[in-house]
């Protein structure tokens, strides 16, 4: 990638699908890429897979999903601890993740690309714990900017970096396993995330 290229991500949380829309049009945004392993919303109808595919296809945006690829809860017994908490250091390192990673790599190089899971919050979704510390760790450099809910873009870098300056100490560091911040099951829904 070169320094110009850049990968963007976004929460579709209980966004209206026009407030949606708005927010991929002022980013100027052609392809989603939907990194939900389940790829339904139990709240916001609109946003399960074929309403959504269609209502960006209308709005002249490509959809493409990859949620078997890239999502948070994948289907090996093996790939959870006891606790129930996804392996992300695991999960990383499949061969079936790191296509994914590779995809939205070489679609950036030409396309304008949005990572979409559902949480409005960065911080709080995989799209950055996992997909973003994987990209930036494997394919630096990479510019990875977050489209919050009420139109601010954050860049990566400001969020691994704390109010003084310094990096935070709980982030992409080994003290701690690297796993999902919260217990999930492959098959349990997963919890509403409202908009900021």
Known sequence: MTEQECLWTIGHSNHSIERFLELLNSNEIDVVVDVRSQPYSSYQGHFNQEPLRQS???AGFRYLFLGKELGGRPPEPE???EDSHVLYG?????ERFQSGLDRIVKGSATFRVAVMCSEEDPTDCHRRQLITRALLESHAPVEVTHIRGSGELVDESQLSQDTDGHKQQTFFEDEAPWRSAQ??????PRR???AS
């Not at 695991?90 to 499949?94: F, V």
């Not at 217990?183 to 349990?188: A, D, F, K, R």
């Open 56 to 58: 960006l296809k209308d």
């Open 79 to 81: 790939l959870y601890d």
């Open 90 to 94: 695991e999960l990383a390192k499949t």
């Open 183 to 188: 217990s999930v099951s492959p098959n349990t």
């Open 192 to 194: 509403a995330s409202l």
